[in-house]
C-alpha cells in the first residue's frame, strides 16, 4: 500500500511547533523537541489534545492499513469480536508494535517526540496498546491507573505520576459521536471536587492523550442541536438514535499507553500482571529482534512485561 505523502494540507497549516514529517525513523535518540505541547496544561488538567500531529491523508492510509491488518490478525485468530447494544467492535488480541501494518504508528518520531515531552524524558512502552474498530456502546466512567478510588488513595495518588494513553482517532470527534468524554483535573491527588465534564473535540489528525487517572469514558454520545453538551454516559445510551448526532464514519482507534520507568510503572506492571486479558495479549505479541532495534532507535525504551512478549513466534 503506498504511503499518503505526510505534507499538511493548505486548509490545515502545519502549527510551528511540528517538525516537517521526516521520511523514515531517525537513529538517534533524543526525537525531536516539541516546545509547543502543552505540557504544563496538561499536567493541571489531567489531557490534552495536540493538533495536527498527523496530515489528514496519513490517518487516511492509517485506516485502509488498519482493515488489512484486522483481516490478516482474523486469519491468524488475532482478533477479537465483542458484540454489544449498539453494534460489533473488532479489535487486536495482540498489541500495535507486534501488528506490522501499523507499527509505524508507535514508531513515529511525532508520537514518541510528543510522548517524550509530555512525561519528561525517554518514554517506556510495556506492551498495552490496540487497534480498535467498530463501537459496541459501553460507556461509563472510569479510570485507567490501579488505584482507581481516589478516596482510598494508594501509591498512583504520590505525584509526580508519569503514565499516559493517547488515542489516535481516525475519524472525526469534533463534531460527531464516538469520541472521548472525560472529567478535567480529576487526576489531581488533592483536588476533590468532581469536575464538570466535557467532550474532547478531536479532529482527524489529532492526537489525544490523558494521565491514566484522569476520569473518563468511550463512545461518547453527542446530542442532537446541543453537540456540545456532555451527559452523564448513562444518560448518552439511553439516547434514542433520532436525538443522536450520527458517527462521522466507522469507529477506528489507535490506543497506546506510555511511562516513565519507577515505581509507579512498577506499580502499574504489576496489576496488569494479574490481569488474564493482558497475559494473554503480552502472549500473542511476537516479533523479530529487528523490531527491538527499531524501537530503541526511534526513542523508546520497550519493557519485556512477560517471557514471550516480543519473541519471533
Ligand atoms: O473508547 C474510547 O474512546 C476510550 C477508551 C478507554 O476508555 C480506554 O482506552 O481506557
Not at 510522548?115 to 472510569?142: D, K, N, Q, T
Not at 472525560?182 to 490523558?210: C, K, M, N, T, Y
Not at 469507529?251 to 506499580?267: A, I, K, T, Y
Request: hydrophobic fraction near 35%; glycine fraction near 8%; include cysteine.
Amino acid at each position: 500500500m503506498s504511503k499518503a505523502p505526510a505534507t499538511p494540507t493548505a486548509e490545515a497549516p502545519r502549527p510551528s511547533h511540528l517538525p516537517s514529517t521526516p521520511t523514515a525513523v531517525p537513529h538517534h535518540y533524543p526525537p525531536p523537541s516539541y516546545p509547543g505541547v502543552e505540557r504544563e496544561r496538561f499536567r493541571q488538567r489531567g489531557y490534552t489534545v495536540v493538533k495536527r500531529v498527523f496530515a489528514p491523508e496519513e490517518i487516511e492510509a492509517l485506516r485502509e492499513e488498519s482493515i488489512a491488518a484486522l483481516e490478516r490478525l482474523e486469519q491468524q485468530d488475532l482478533l477479537v469480536s465483542e458484540s454489544g447494544a449498539e453494534g460489533t467492535a473488532r479489535y487486536s488480541r495482540c498489541d500495535v508494535l507486534s501488528i506490522s501494518e501499523v507499527r509505524h504508528m508507535m514508531l513515529d518520531p511525532r508520537i514518541v517526540g510528543v510522548i517524550g515531552e509530555l512525561l519528561g524524558a525517554r518514554p517506556a512502552y510495556f506492551g498495552e496498546s490496540v487497534l480498535r474498530m467498530g463501537a459496541i456502546g459501553a460507556r461509563g466512567w472510569h479510570r485507567d491507573c490501579v488505584n482507581r478510588r481516589k478516596f482510598r488513595g494508594g501509591l498512583d495518588w504520590h505525584d509526580p505520576y508519569r503514565i499516559l494513553r493517547c488515542g489516535i482517532y481516525m475519524q472525526d470527534q469534533a463534531h460527531h459521536t464516538g469520541g472521548l468524554a472525560l472529567r478535567p483535573r480529576s487526576h489531581r491527588p488533592g483536588f476533590q471536587i468532581r469536575s464538570l465534564p466535557l467532550l474532547v473535540d478531536a479532529e482527524v489528525g489529532d492526537l489525544v492523550v490523558w494521565d491514566l487517572r484522569t476520569v473518563h469514558s468511550g463512545e461518547a454520545v453527542r446530542l442532537r442541536g446541543l453537540p456540545g453538551l456532555t451527559l452523564h454516559p448513562r444518560m448518552q445510551t439511553l439516547l434514542p438514535q433520532a436525538l443522536r448526532v450520527g458517527e462521522a464514519r466507522e469507529r477506528m482507534v489507535l490506543f497506546m499507553s506510555f511511562g516513565l520507568r519507577g515505581p509507579h510503572l512498577d506499580h502499574y506492571l504489576n496489576y496488569l500482571m494479574t490481569r488474564k486479558q493482558n497475559r494473554e495479549i503480552w502472549a500473542t505479541s511476537r516479533f523479530e529482534a529487528e523490531v527491538w532495534e527499531q524501537a530503541s532507535a526511534a526513542g523508546l525504551d520497550v519493557v519485556a512485561a512477560s517471557a514471550e512478549y516480543g519473541t519471533p513466534r
